[in-house]
């Protein structure tokens, strides 16, 4: 990468894009140049690369989410140029940060599901293994978060209103995709996925949705203009707008065409590729492995033996193709959570898809009654039942694959909601858990923590094998080490006060505990407990002037699914209890509450490596892994949990001791629930029935059509789909002011709480997704791993 081309090209750029000098460019002008011009290097080398894996196997993500974020410092940590064109940038007078923060995020996810599969790219190129994302190119990602009077607002997320630098616009492969209705063309965005050290350059590949006709002459000339733009309209509603809803799978026919959309155009694609060098298709699964991200890609299996039907295959053989390509990644505990289509609406939408899933269902029927299933047990396998088509069996019988994303999750899927399954076909059944990347998650977020491992190793190996992180705990011990990594925390998090300070507009006190719960906003995730606790703490303080607290700051950022008025209430009430004790000059500023806007990954970014404390309060059993919890492990933060999703395997590493586990397990809510009686359990709790009638008392300044009555109720008295204090919040509240009370008296001996600290992050090895993707290609993929040396 050379100084004086890249310069050169800038100053081209700001010419042909903008029709300015580059010295006159704004900050948002000079970031597009300056990633035009990395472009420019990077192409050639994406082009190399993608020729070393011909011949080769190699795999496929298939995903309707990929959470990305912003790709500048990664593509420049990876390609091992951010240093020199810093200050490459500085020569110029340019501040670096500040171009930085003029990209937009790529959110085109919802949270952990898009941003695993996000972190699984890089680690595949990391690793020099080809793996292909497909997607979809959404015009607006997840939506943006504003706060008025304390209320979730959704705005249209722009991320493209700036051009996209980092993706190339492949007219060469479009295809065409067809509904019984529409017909639509797909063309591809390709983004490079840099591995880190360059060798490996692999794409992701985002279809964007166009029409076929985009202008009707005739009818323009007939003055019907808005017929003339009709089919443009309707085939660009298809990639228009990511689903914002992760709560309960609605949204209907656009989001089945989203589906299907993507879908069989990364399908057609590979069957196209396969051609060139083919005439059959004997070796296609020989070649291709597809990991399907959750069920919404599910429609490829279906969707494959149709496609390979009209190359002349059997039905018979394509399914087993079919069978051989893909695998299935469950990311749900709930079975009433797992995704169902209407036939109705497939038939009408897919007929000829939906007839080849009747033959995939009639097929598994034969094969379990061969298998000893009786004929009435048979319905509970059904594919199609009840009208409708349960997209969860689909993707257990046609696929070679079924895993869960961390090990208390896989045990509960084949003890529990997929025991019948598992017993027909255990070999199907494995265990794959989640991870992050140390790129984006330390070596981008948090600089000087990366600096300090790789001087206390000797070496930067850490940053591709994680595992040596272990290393360190022989530091442990060492209170000046101790000491450094303190130092680093702190100006963490005094960065951080300044972000919030600027942002927010609320001003927090850097000495104090920074507690900090980030993550989609769902009562499974117990955000309420957590504010609970934060009211109770007030209310103590309130009453008794000599009750004796560490100073603490409770972060939250979650969005809300905008039709979850349940989540978007919790939203509102805990901005109450910010304004409520952030403005009380009585408890002396010894607690804050700061709920910040627009949690997505750029934010991420800047939380994770200032948390002293990790919120991972879910109700045990419902979430299947979380990723939030590693972030904050790797940037050494203890978690405060329960034992529940990768929180089991997190402590497993760390140890109890350096956490602070509580709450009802697995098992003991299994035990307790049929007869779990919330009103009676809040009676005999003084403090919490206090808490819990500030819902309602008057405690919160609120206009008067404003109650959180439904909140209160949801607790006591249930709703319509789900019992009264479904999550436990109340059962478990006293464990986790408990756990909270000790975490705050560790805090006051700042060294050994930060040891623990520390002790974490000497932990997090196991969870960096380059071994979860090491684990996936050699035991669910086989595919080989090819460094440029080595062609
Ligand atoms: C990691 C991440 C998530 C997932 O968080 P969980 O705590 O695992 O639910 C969601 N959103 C963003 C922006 C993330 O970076």
Same mark, same amino acid.
């Given at each position: 990468?050379?100084?004086?081309?890249i310069?050169?090209?800038?100053?081209g750029?700001?010419?042909?894009?903008?029709?300015?000098?580059?010295?006159?460019?704004?900050?948002?002008?000079?970031?597009?140049?300056f990633?035009k011009?990395?472009?420019?290097?990077?192409?050639?080398?994406?082009?190399?690369?993608?020729?070393?894996f011909?011949?080769?196997?190699?795999?496929?993500?298939l995903?309707?989410?990929?959470?990305?974020?912003?790709?500048?410092?990664?593509?420049?940590?990876?390609?091992?140029?951010?240093?020199?064109?810093?200050?490459?940038?500085?020569g110029?007078g340019?501040?670096?940060?500040?171009?930085?923060?003029?990209?937009?995020d790529?959110?085109?996810?919802?949270?952990?599901?898009?941003?695993?599969?996000?972190?699984?790219?890089?680690?595949?190129?990391?690793?020099?293994?080809?793996?292909?994302?497909?997607?979809?190119?959404?015009?607006?990602?997840?939506?943006?978060?504003?706060?008025?009077?304390?209320?979730?607002?959704?705005?249209?997320?722009?991320?493209?209103?700036?051009?996209?630098?980092?993706?190339?616009?492949?007219?060469?492969?479009?295809v065409?995709?067809?509904?019984?209705?529409?017909?639509?063309?797909?063309?591809?965005?390709?983004?490079?996925?840099?591995?880190?050290?360059?060798?490996?350059?692999?794409?992701?590949?985002?279809?964007?949705?166009?029409?076929?006709?985009?202008?009707?002459?005739?009818?323009?000339?007939?003055?019907?203009?808005?017929?003339?733009?009709?089919? %443009?309209n309707?085939? $660009?509603?298809? !990639?228009?707008? #990511? /689903?914002?809803?992760?709560?309960?799978?609605?949204? &209907? @026919?656009?989001?089945?065409?989203?589906?299907?959309?993507?879908?069989?155009?990364?399908?057609q694609?590979?069957i196209?590729?396969?051609?060139?060098?083919?005439?059959?298709?004997k070796?296609?699964?020989?070649?291709?492995?597809?990991?399907?991200?959750?069920?919404?890609?599910?429609?490829?299996?279906?969707?494959?033996?149709?496609?390979?039907?009209?190359?002349?295959?059997?039905?018979?053989?394509?399914?087993s193709?079919?069978v051989?390509?893909?695998a299935?990644?469950n990311?749900?505990?709930? %079975?009433?959570?797992? $995704?169902?289509? !209407?036939?109705? #609406? /497939?038939?009408?939408?897919?007929?000829?898809?939906? &007839? @080849?899933?009747v033959?995939?269902?009639?097929?598994?029927?034969?094969?379990?009654?061969?298998?000893?299933?009786?004929?009435?047990?048979?319905?509970e396998?059904?594919?199609?039942?009840?009208?409708?088509?349960?997209?969860?069996?689909?993707?257990?019988?046609?696929?070679?694959?079924?895993?869960?994303?961390?090990?208390?999750?896989?045990?509960?899927?084949?003890?529990?909601?997929?025991?019948?399954?598992?017993?027909?076909y255990?070999?199907r059944f494995?265990?794959?858990t989640?991870?992050?990347?140390?790129?984006?998650?330390?070596?981008?977020?948090?600089?000087?923590?990366a600096?300090?491992?790789t001087?206390?190793?000797?070496?930067?190996?850490?940053?591709?094998?994680?595992?040596?992180?272990?290393?360190l705990?022989?530091?442990?011990?060492?209170?000046?080490?101790?000491?450094?990594?303190?130092?680093?925390?702190?100006s963490?998090?005094?960065?951080?006060?300044?972000?919030i300070?600027?942002?927010?507009?609320?001003?927090i006190?850097?000495?104090?505990?920074?507690?900090?719960?980030?993550?989609?906003?769902?009562?499974?995730?117990?955000?309420?407990?957590?504010?609970?606790?934060?009211?109770?703490?007030?209310?103590?303080?309130k009453?008794?002037?000599?009750?004796?607290?560490?100073?603490?700051?409770?972060?939250?950022?979650?969005?809300?699914?905008?039709?979850?008025?349940?989540?978007?209430?919790?939203?509102?009430?805990?901005n109450?209890?910010?304004?409520?004790?952030?403005?009380?000059?009585?408890?002396?500023?010894?607690?804050?509450?700061?709920?910040?806007?627009n949690?997505?990954?750029?934010?991420?970014q800047?939380?994770?490596?200032?948390?002293?404390?990790?919120?991972?309060?879910?109700?045990?059993?419902?979430?299947?892994?979380?990723?939030?919890?590693?972030?904050?492990m790797?940037?050494?933060?203890?978690?405060?949990?329960?034992?529940?999703?990768?929180?089991?395997?997190?402590?497993?590493?760390a140890?109890?001791?350096?956490?602070?586990?509580?709450?009802?397990?697995?098992?003991?809510?299994?035990?307790?629930?049929?007869?779990?009686?919330?009103?009676?359990?809040?009676?005999k709790?003084?403090?919490?029935?206090?808490?819990?009638d500030?819902?309602t008392?008057?405690?919160?300044d609120?206009?008067?059509?404003?109650?959180?009555?439904?909140?209160?109720?949801?607790?006591?008295?249930?709703?319509?789909w789900?019992?009264?204090?479904?999550?436990?919040?109340?059962?478990d509240?006293?464990?986790?002011?408990?756990?909270?009370?000790?975490?705050?008296?560790?805090?006051?001996?700042?060294?050994?709480?930060?040891?623990k600290?520390?002790?974490n992050?000497?932990?997090?090895g196991?969870?960096?997704?380059?071994?979860?993707?090491?684990?996936?290609?050699?035991?669910?993929?086989?595919?080989?791993?090819?460094?440029?040396?080595?062609?």
């Open positions: 990468m050379n100084r004086e081309l310069t050169s090209r800038m100053q750029y700001a010419l042909t894009t903008f029709g300015m000098n580059f010295e006159d460019l704004g900050n948002k002008e000079k970031y597009t140049v990633s011009a990395i472009m420019e290097d990077i192409l050639p080398q994406w082009q190399a690369s993608l020729k070393k011909d011949g080769k196997k190699k795999a496929y993500y995903s309707a989410e990929f959470l990305m974020g912003r790709a500048l410092s990664n593509n420049l940590i990876n390609l091992r140029k951010l240093e020199e064109m810093k200050e490459m940038l500085e110029l340019i501040d670096y940060n500040a171009l930085e923060e003029a990209e937009s790529a959110g085109l996810g919802n949270g952990g599901l898009g941003r695993l599969a996000a972190c699984f790219l890089d680690s595949a190129a990391t690793l020099n293994y080809s793996l292909t994302g497909y997607g979809i190119r959404y015009n607006y990602g997840i939506f943006e978060q504003q706060f008025i009077n304390g209320y979730q607002v959704e705005k249209g997320d722009e991320w493209l209103s700036q051009g996209d630098s980092w993706s190339v616009r492949r007219e060469d492969k479009k065409l995709v067809t509904f019984k209705d529409q017909t639509v063309v797909a063309v591809p965005y390709d983004t490079p996925i840099i591995g880190f050290g360059g060798d490996t350059i692999n794409t992701l590949r985002l279809w964007q949705s166009e029409a076929v006709n985009v202008f009707d002459f005739g009818a323009f000339n007939n003055q019907d203009y808005d017929k003339a733009v009709k089919e %443009k309707d085939a $660009e509603n298809i !990639s228009k707008v #990511l /689903y914002p809803n992760d709560s309960m799978e609605k949204g &209907k @026919i656009l989001r089945l065409k989203q589906q299907y959309f993507f879908v069989s155009a990364s399908l694609d590979l196209r590729e396969h051609k060139k060098n083919h005439n059959d298709f070796n296609f699964a020989k070649l291709h492995a597809v990991q399907l991200n959750d069920t919404h890609p599910a429609v490829a299996v279906p969707e494959l033996v149709r496609l390979l039907g009209l190359e002349g295959v059997s039905f018979k053989k394509a399914m193709i079919a051989d390509t893909f299935y990644t990311h749900t505990i709930l %079975k009433e959570a797992l $995704e169902q289509w !209407s036939v109705k #609406l /497939y038939k009408k939408i897919l007929p000829d898809v939906y &007839k @080849i899933i033959k995939i269902d009639n097929m598994m029927k034969k094969e379990l009654l061969e298998k000893g299933v009786s004929e009435e047990k048979l319905s396998f059904a594919i199609i039942a009840d009208g409708n088509i349960k997209m969860a069996w689909l993707s257990i019988y046609g696929t070679h694959s079924t895993n869960g994303v961390a090990q208390l999750h896989t045990n509960i899927l084949k003890e529990t909601e997929l025991r019948e399954w598992y017993l027909l255990p070999e494995n265990n794959k989640n991870g992050i990347t140390q790129r984006r998650w330390l070596v981008e977020a948090n600089p000087r923590l600096e300090f491992i001087d206390l190793l000797g070496n930067e190996e850490w940053i591709t094998n994680l595992d040596n992180l272990k290393e705990k022989k530091f442990a011990s060492d209170d000046e080490i101790i000491g450094r990594f303190i130092e680093i925390k702190k963490k998090k005094k960065e951080l006060k300044e972000y300070l600027a942002k927010e507009g609320v001003d006190d850097e000495n104090s505990i920074f507690d900090i719960q980030i993550k989609r906003l769902h009562e499974y995730k117990r955000q309420i407990l957590n504010a609970f606790h934060i009211l109770y703490l007030y209310n103590r303080l009453e008794d002037e000599t009750f004796d607290i560490t100073p603490r700051t409770f972060i939250f950022g979650a969005k809300a699914a905008p039709g979850y008025d349940r989540a978007k209430a919790i939203i509102k009430f805990i109450a209890i910010a304004e409520l004790v952030n403005n009380d000059e009585s408890i002396k500023g010894k607690i804050k509450v700061v709920f910040v806007e949690y997505g990954v750029s934010y991420a800047r939380l994770f490596p200032a948390a002293d404390i990790s919120e991972q309060i879910s109700t045990a059993g419902k979430e299947a892994s979380g990723t939030g919890n590693m972030k904050f790797l940037n050494g933060a203890p978690t405060i949990g329960t034992f529940d999703g990768a929180n089991v395997e997190i402590v497993e590493e140890g109890l001791e350096n956490n602070y586990i509580f709450g009802l397990t697995v098992e003991q809510i299994e035990e307790i629930k049929d007869s779990y009686d919330p009103v009676k359990e809040l009676k709790n003084k403090r919490l029935q206090k808490v819990v500030a819902l008392d008057g405690t919160f609120l206009k008067p059509q404003e109650t959180f009555e439904e909140l209160k109720n949801s607790l006591l008295k249930g709703a319509s789900h019992t009264p204090d479904n999550y436990f919040v109340i059962k509240f006293d464990a986790y002011v408990e756990a909270q009370e000790k975490v705050g008296e560790d805090f006051k001996n700042e060294l050994e709480f930060y040891r600290a520390f002790i992050m000497a932990s997090a196991k969870f960096s997704s380059d071994r979860t993707i090491e684990e996936y290609a050699k035991e669910i993929w086989n595919i080989e791993s090819i460094t440029t040396r080595e062609v």
